[in-house]
């Protein structure tokens, strides 16, 4: 389970490709595909291994106008998301 602490990392298994304003992503291990929106494919840009949850919603507060509260929520869904699909790790 991430926390504001955790640095989520782009599973090396995952093949991303953009799509029109998605970014489709496909797990090579079990060969499910997902579908990000703009914002999404934002989040897993940023999945780096570097930058803690809370620098990635600082980040998304800064580019989008969004409260932090609604991005914190939106972030943790889409991480969370991510996390399920063995798409981060």
Known sequence: MMNSESCPKRGEQVIAQKASDDLLLLNM???NYYSLNEVGGRI??????NRSVSQLIATL???YNVSNETLEKDVCEVLEDLENGKLIV
């Open 29 to 31: 291990e079990d060969g």
């Open 44 to 49: 897993w840009e940023l999945c780096d291994g």
């Open 61 to 63: 507060a800064a580019e």
